[in-house]
């Protein structure tokens, strides 16, 4: 099913007596070509916005699916409701479909959609500046462009977060970022350690314990994780879908309502929903049979206040022969391997950072200069914000998906870009049919939704006492604090008095 643009033939809206007036054409630069830059691409033309380019770093579209390849890897959104709307597929191998499906689907739906022809592979954006009411863009090659319009759909987690562990340089050894992953490097026989406990590293330890002759996990911080299964589906269901392509449909919307259920637990630390999720994860950890590697992997938070890792079998693996769980800290990598705080040199042959993201970072390093000459570094010097998680006051007609302070740790990020887009595109109606040029949010509702962030979010699981990427410099989540359910009726319809038009 396609999302029509708003007022549109088939949209199902009544367009105003505004939206009747003749559009202004404007021309428009997408930033990335990963899910939200794909989906941008898409819904641009399919609301007669034709002329525009996406730039793109990389030589292929993917996004986080294109960098990151390591063995194991999965989403932890169910595959039917991780899909456009507008693209749903019978094909998905599993509830939790493996990375190199996720990344063919989307390379998939950008070919069938003629993405690729209106993309500048293998060219960064260096450089957004507004000259004149208009973004002028330079890229890596000296490319020059000038639009109206700027989407940046940059992502979150693609800047890998490295620690400081003194050594790193003296390891004899292949080293690298899970999301660097080194496929030319043979791991089977080998001995290997991986740093982190978050998803990646729970997913690379299922994968990899059956391999290797001996597989280290150095753990800083121990993780909840959540038991759910992931069936494989069978061919005749496959088959059923194709056949009933309504079911996808209902699929997709019944597996967003039950994933409404986690989004409302984590945004009220005291609902039940959030008992249920931890009833579950103490549950998972007494499988555990060694009572002392279970107390080792008991965290000394609340469930969900760090990302909750969903695994069928992290914990069956972590009790394989080859595998062992080192909770000693870190003192320093050495030729030969990791010297941990009690002296001990765990030997290795291989060594795997799963160690995250710069997820702060969204369109930096890129430099953009809005209003006033004002570059976006200044304004988020101490850290970054915007209107809904799509308006920068001050940078008119540059919007974000997936921005700061947005949904990202409760909800499938594919349905947030779309709502957000939907709600952009109804800000450009304004524009294109009221004779102004610019629009962006007003300071002071950047300042009030700030404000309610804040209060909302002293009442999420996020701030019961753990340390996590959702939270900010000052220990604030950086992420949406309220109900999905309220994300979607904010979107519906932009409220345009917290926008300046000019």
Known sequence: MTIAAPGSPNSGETPSPVERSPRRALRFAVIGAGMSGILSAIKLSEAGHTDFTVYEKADRVGGTWRENTYPGLACDVPSHLYSYSFALTPEWSH???????????????????????????GDEVLRCDLVDGRWNLTTASGHHDVVDVVIAATGVLHHPRMPEIDGMDSFDGPAFHSARFDHSVVLDGKRVGVIGTGSTAVQITGALVERVAHLSLFQRTAQWVMP??????????????????????????????????????????????????????RANLETVRDPE????????????????????????????????????????????????ADGRLHELDVLIYATGFHADAFMRPMEVTGRDGVTLAEVWRERPSAYLSISIPGFPNLF??????????????????????????????????????????????????????????RRTVWVTGCRSWYLDDRGVPAVWPWSFERFREVMAEPALSDYELS
Not at 262 to 268: E, K, Q, T
Not at 294 to 320: G, T
Request: charged fraction near 30%; hydrophobic fraction near 40%; proline fraction near 6%.
């Open 95 to 121: 509830l939790f479909s493996p990375g190199p499906e996720i990344q063919a689907y989307f390379e998939r739906v950008a070919a069938e959609h003629g993405v690729g022809d209106r993309t500048r592979f």
């Open 228 to 281: 759910v299964a992931n069936p494989a589906y069978t061919d005749d269901e496959r088959s059923g879908f194709r056949a009933h392509p309504e079911r996808l449909a209902e699929v997709h919307d019944q597996l967003s309502q039950a994933f409404s259920v986690f989004a409302r637990a984590v945004v009220d630390a005291d609902s039940p929903e959030l008992e249920m999720i931890e009833e579950a994860c």
């Open 293 to 340: 590697l279970r107390e080792r992997l008991r965290p000394d938070h609340r469930a969900a206040c760090k990302r909750l890792v969903i695994s069928p079998d992290f914990y069956e693996a972590i009790q394989h022969p080859r595998a062992e769980l080192v909770t000693d800290g870190i003192e320093r990598i050495e030729p030969g391997g990791i010297r941990t």
């Open 400 to 457: 974000m998906l997936n921005g700061p302070n947005g949904p990202v740790g409760n909800f499938s990020l594919i349905e947030v870009a779309e709502l957000q887009l939907a709600y952009i595109f109804r800000l450009l109606d304004r524009i294109t049919a009221d004779g102004h040029r610019e629009i962006c949010a007003r300071r002071e509702a950047l300042e009030r939704f700030e404000d309610e962030r804040l209060e909302a979010a």
